[in-house]
């Protein structure tokens, strides 16, 4: 048979050289194997989705003629309007004063970060993301061809003009472009940035001239101690008002109602809603209806309680993980202990490889988890993984840590 494997090659862009497969995408195949305990993907539990709500929210629209045919047909870009007013006083809750004209419903908040890296990046400027950080963010901002520099606002005092520098040395003409970040319970550690940090990034921002990307997909899932106001609601107080911010905040209804009607959200300045509509518009014209008009439903009637149901839940399986790692794990190895979110990030001695590791305990321990390299924008952090206990039940994560313990060992 004839191959043809190469024909494209040397038609691509030079950018698709740079998109890559998601090593988490690829290992949640594994969630098919019924032998296999996965502590790989942040998948929500579809046990803690609104299944009836959803199914008796979507027979109603579809029942009512009218409701239907808006549900089928084009709609505005911008997202329906009474979910962007659910949005904006969401966002008013959370010390974000706004309107609807503040708001742009995107296809999840990975549509988000694709849109503003397109709308931001030019080839070699550079965006500043913590080390690791969320691989989705790299894979949506790398298509733009960035180049990236260390966040650390819990670090040493940041020195904006060796920012400024290493971003004009790398290539003529470039720059820093914004500063990305995980605030609450990040993806992949877990670690929530404290006030003083999130003070230090709009430092930083300032003197340098940028945007600040919050990705905010965990903020809901506190589980215990203080809520810390987000950066955009920080930055908000400082200008005087959104519309003078410069803190893009991407939201989602991704960890709390459903992962699968791919609803998110961007608050920030209306200069800056008003040009990603043009994004919007150019790339999928706009979000389905009727999957904005069940969200909408949801999020009037069952938000808070499913929150609230979530947040028990994964508080529940957190702890047992936390105390299987506490229990099985040799000397040696560490771990985070998050306050919320989906995550726990373990780190290993030097020598140890977690790729090495991951093919070792799939086919040895029957055990999944995702490595941490493909979270380090510079290939770094060999040694570190991420488990996740959203999926997870009592047993499998004691015999699942229990068993990794012992390879390690």
Known sequence: MQQHSNLWEPRYARRAERMSGSEIRELLKLLDQPDIISFAGGIPDPALFPEAEARSTGAEIMADPK????????????????????????????????????ILVTSGSQQALDFLGRMLLTPGDTALVRWPTYLGALQAFNA?????????????????????????????????????????????????????????????????????????????????????????????????????????????????????????????????????????????????????????????????????????????????????LERYMPTGVTWTEPEGGLFIWVSFPEKVDTKLLLERSVADAKVAFVPGRAFHADGSGGNTARFSFSLANATQIDRGIKALAKLIS
């Open 144 to 324: 733009y061809e960035p180049r990236y520099d260390r966040l650390d606002p819990e670090g040493a005092n940041i020195d904006a003009a060796d920012y400024a520098a290493a971003a004009g040395d790398f290539a003529p003409g470039a720059s820093v472009k914004f500063a990305y970040a995980v605030p609450d319970f990040a993806n992949p550690t877990g670690a929530t940035m404290t006030f003083g940090a999130r003070e230090k990034t709009l430092d930083l921002a300032t003197k340098l001239d940028i945007a600040v990307i919050e990705d905010a997909a965990y903020t809901a899932l506190r589980y215990e101690g203080e809520a810390i106001p987000s950066i955009l609601a920080i930055d908000v107080a400082r200008a005087g008002g959104i519309n003078a911010s410069r803190v893009i905040y991407c939201g989602t209804f991704s960890k709390t109602l459903s992962p699968g009607l791919r609803v998110g959200w961007i608050c920030a300045s209306k200069a800056l809603i008003s040009r990603l509509v043009l994004v919007k518009q150019a790339s999928d014209l706009n979000s389905p209806p009727l999957n904005q008009m069940i969200i909408h439903r949801l999020a009037e009637t069952v938000f808070d309680a499913k929150v609230e149901e979530a947040r028990g839940e994964y508080r529940r399986r957190r702890d047992l993980m936390l105390a299987a």
């Open 67 to 102: 409701r239907a045919r808006a549900a089928l047909q084009y709609a505005v870009s911008e997202g329906d309007p009474g979910l962007r007013s659910w949005i904006t006083a969401h966002m008013t809750g959370l010390g974000v004063p706004c309107d609807i004209d503040n």
